[in-house]
């Protein structure tokens, strides 16, 4: 199928954006991996696009003890970055389970955080970095939201219309923290089944699922168990989630794929969290 019709702008600066942006039923256009599809099947209709690939917000850098990712840094790019695999080490783990190859040099770390769908991996590593997300209006400026307060449930983001959101940052990892993404998908490169990303400090613990809740969280149950030391309770935390059910993956087998994953991953990096 071909999209709708729509009027479409490619602007070359942040304010002339914003202010496409300002009109109603206007969509960004990223990567385009998501929307393009979306439109084609006449899901998405909006009015207008604004192609935001002219704007300057692919840099990765890191200062002072943050990581700055911008929104339209393409998943490879993040994927090969060695300040990522230096300060954000969990996020080349995640990465390297989303898509292909092609899909993932268009693919943007905005695009996927705006979308927000409940399987993809980088919200849910978003929620374990404590990462904050910086959004930008003609009408308001910017703003900053902590990932626990972006993501709203199933598609949907604390982004208002009008709004571009323009970079990550993430607290660089610390010392003796340990990261672990795992999935279990169909083939690899599919959307999970069920996913998750594990941040392990001293006596801390950040955990987020994804393919698993509509919705994007972090499990203040299990963290605290697995910040114990306790995996059995934290296993046992999980069995509260509100998972998706569908026929081809009912949620009872949705949250033991989490469990599983679980004790993976805490075998993988909490047996040399407790050595060190
Ligand atoms: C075959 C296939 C397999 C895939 N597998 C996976 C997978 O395993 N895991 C996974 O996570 N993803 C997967 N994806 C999705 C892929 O990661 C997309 O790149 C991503 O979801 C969207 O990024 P994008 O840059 O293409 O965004 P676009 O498609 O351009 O936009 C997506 C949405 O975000 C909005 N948006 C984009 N950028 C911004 C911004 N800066 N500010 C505000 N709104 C914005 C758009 O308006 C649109 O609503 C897959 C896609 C395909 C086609």
Redesign the pocket.
Known sequence: MKPARFDYARPATLAEALALLAKPDT???????????MMNLRV?RPARLVD?NRLPLGEIALGNGVLRIG?LAR?AAVLASPLVAQAAPLLPQALA????AA?RN???L???L??A?P????PACMLALDATLVAASAARGERRIAASAFFHGLYSTA?EPD???LRAELPAAAPGWRYAFLELARRH????MAGLALALGPGAARLALCGVEAGQRRQPAAEAALAAGDLPAAIAALGTAEAMDSPDLPAAQRVHLAQVLLRRAFQQIGAAHAAA
């Open positions: 969509a960004v256009l990223a990567g385009g991996q998501s929307l393009m599809p998405a935001i929104a998943h389970q989303v898509a292909h899909i268009r693919g943007t905005g695009g996927s705006s979308l769908d399987a993809a991996e980088l982004l709004e571009l959101l490169g599919d959307f999970a």
